[in-house]
């Protein structure tokens, strides 16, 4: 995942910024990311068990995915129809 991170970065930075754009897809990665899910993976343990939490992550993880799949359906396909080059057919 990394790998592909630090180079969906190099398309996207200029040259100059590449280095800090690196840096802040990982702080955002590793101390926000990480550390806001061991936070609300300790609450809801806490508060509703090790299954119940392991369930109610399951959910959120498939309605995440719906909600995806309704979105890429209804709205996103437009975008990449628009990025596609055309063929022609001659």
Sequence with gaps: MWVAAATYCALLAPKNLLATLIG??????????RGSGSFIGGLLIGSFGTR??????GL?????G?????MHC????KFEDQTKPEKSGK
Excluded at 60 to 64: A, I, K, N
């Design 60 to 64: 959120l993880g498939v309605v995440s």
């Design 52 to 57: 119940q939490s392991f369930r109610l992550m």
């Design 66 to 70: 719906i909600i995806y799949g309704l």
């Design 24 to 33: 802040v897809s990982g702080m955002c990665h590793f101390s926000l990311g």
């Design 74 to 77: 209804m709205w996103l396909h």
